[in-house]
């Protein structure tokens, strides 16, 4: 019987499909644009604990100066690499990590690397991702060229020398081509659209000069960020088409789901910061349609994703002969050499109503006491918007400010609700919307993997349990972003607590500027200070 069992089991293991994905990342090195953002972080985190590559080349660049070995060494003291530092030491975790310094000044070579450096990544890469952006939804729109198209550019005239490359993950955003009803996975070659062009004119003309030429490039999309990321897809279709290359586009993208901890964010972008000002009480009315699909994934589902993404592109590339330029005619996109990758399901899909309502869960009765009890309202009439917010916003804000101008301070909430109805105005652009898209190639990857490599590389959202996760939320928010104590870790006869909070909303990220709000120990401002956005 022993033996017939063995037998067995070793008929299993015969029979069991190969872990095709794990083994292609085997051994291999990896080169990580962006690896300090939100995204980035994530991503680094996974493929270390979990892929059993051989070294991994993070591309920094110099900040506050600060050189990318002092940056990597604060990087991983973030929460999100806690878990992998108690499985190796952080000795052996630098072995792995080779941080690279890179520029992205427009007269710079190779993305600006140290000569030996550069030829060592050049020989050595087997795998690049360029999560390298500026995810400003107002940034400037020549700051949103030259980072998001010119160091798209730049990354990939470097990988063009790479002499073992196998693949290339370029992340974009689901709203690169949020015009349209309808997104499918490829690239829209829009004739009015020429990215060298564009890169031209970031180059020869002034910020100034450029902003004027702002609503003329956007023309119906939203803001500088989706404009940009757009250029830069058109930018990988026209001129970097041979290279083994894929497109990834996340929708928003929400703090962690389970790994490698819950709840785990190291922002406020997008609906959080949002979300986390209305269960404050800070915002009462939310221009948008509560029924409308909101397009939200978990971080860690997201990551995975690329990573199989990743495998996919090289699968595909083994044995491509190379291909004419795209015509004029449109045949290129019937040819579709470079694949897409849309990451998001209908069934399970939010909706905004889903969302706002699901945040409270994880609350407790402290962050309950904040100014006002946790209430709002969702309205998608413009008009009726700005009736409420004027009653519920901008009156309240000067009637505090008149308060405090009586008691000798200087005012602080009219600057603030300015900017918040403001955010709240840009943000209803996706609030009121809805999209049909595409996901067939994500929907495919899925049948790649193997049980084992589920386990370890699941991204379809029908598996969430959003209750499960919006326990989390909100407490991961208040523990990982805000630094506030959870309650075990407060000491003993300790009940109130005053933090130093830094609040870097969506809002305000998006406007370039961040608050620094000091709290008593009651939760209520005491103190708010505005500086310019440091990143």
Request: glycine fraction near 6%.
């Amino acid at each position: 019987m022993a033996a017939c069992s063995t037998e067995t089991k070793r008929n299993d293991v015969e029979q069991s499909p190969p872990d095709r994905v794990l083994s292609f990342y085997r051994n291999t090195t990896i080169l990580v644009t962006g690896g300090t953002g939100f995204l980035g972080k994530v991503l680094l985190e996974k493929i270390l604990r979990c892929l059993n590559v051989r070294k991994v080349f993070l591309a920094v660049r110099s900040k506050d100066g600060r050189k990318p070995a002092e940056r990597l060494q604060d990087l991983l003291k973030d929460a999100i690499f806690d878990r992998l530092r108690m499985a190796i030491s952080s000795e052996q975790l630098l072995e792995r990590i080779e941080p690279v310094e890179i520029s992205l000044e427009a007269d710079s070579s190779g993305l600006g690397m140290d000569g030996s450096k550069e030829a060592l990544v050049l020989q050595e890469t087997d795998l690049v991702f360029n999560v390298l952006a500026s995810v400003k939804f107002n940034e400037s729109i020549k700051n949103a060229i030259d980072t998001n198209v010119g160091g798209t550019k730049l990354v990939l005239q470097l990988a063009r020398r790479m002499q073992r490359l196998k693949a290339i993950v370029h992340v974009s955003t689901l709203y690169s081509n949020c015009e349209r009803t309808h997104i499918e996975e490829k690239v829209y070659m829009d004739p009015w659209l020429n990215p060298d062009t564009v890169l031209q004119l970031s180059k020869l003309l002034s910020a100034d000069e450029m902003s004027q030429l702002q609503h003329c490039l956007v023309d119906a999309l939203p803001n500088t960020y989706t404009f940009s990321k757009k250029c830069a897809e058109s930018l990988i279709q026209q001129q970097f088409f041979d290279l083994p290359i894929g497109i990834f586009r996340p929708p928003i993208v929400l703090s962690t789901y389970r790994e490698p901890i819950a709840g785990w964010t190291d922002n406020l972008n997008g609906p959080a910061g949002l979300c986390l000002w209305t269960v404050k009480g800070y915002v009462r009315v939310i221009l948008g349609n509560g029924s409308k699909k909101a397009n939200l994934v978990p971080v860690d589902y997201c990551v995975n994703a690329m990573l199989v993404a990743g495998y996919d592109v090289a699968d595909r590339s083994i044995g491509r002969s190379h291909q004419p330029e795209p015509t004029e005619t449109g045949a290129w996109e019937s040819k579709q050499l470079v694949p897409v990758y849309n990451y998001m399901y209908a069934q399970p899909n939010l909706t905004w109503g889903r969302y706002m309502n699901s945040v409270s869960m994880g609350f407790d009765g402290w962050i309950k006491r904040l100014c006002w009890h946790y209430s709002y309202a969702i309205v998608s009439n413009r008009v009726l918007f700005r009736v409420l917010s004027l009653c519920l916003h901008t009156v309240p804000a000067w009637l505090l400010d008149l308060v405090r101008q009586l008691r000798g301070k200087r005012p602080l909430y009219r600057r603030m609700v300015s900017k918040t109805n403001r955010f709240l105005e840009t943000m209803a652009y996706f609030g009121l919307r809805e999209w049909h898209i595409a996901n067939e190639n994500v929907a495919r990857l899925r049948t790649l993997l193997t049980p084992t490599e589920v386990s370890m590389l699941e991204f379809d959202l029908s598996t969430v349990n959003w209750d499960e996760y919006f326990q989390s939320y909100i407490p991961g928010i208040r523990r990982y972003f805000l630094a506030e104590p959870v309650l075990k870790d407060r000491p003993s006869g300790v009940k109130n607590t005053s933090w130093h909070r830094r609040f870097d909303t969506c809002g305000y990220t998006e406007l370039g500027e961040s608050v620094v709000l000091l709290m008593n120990k009651h939760g209520r401002v005491k103190y708010v200070r505005w500086m310019e956005q440091d990143r």
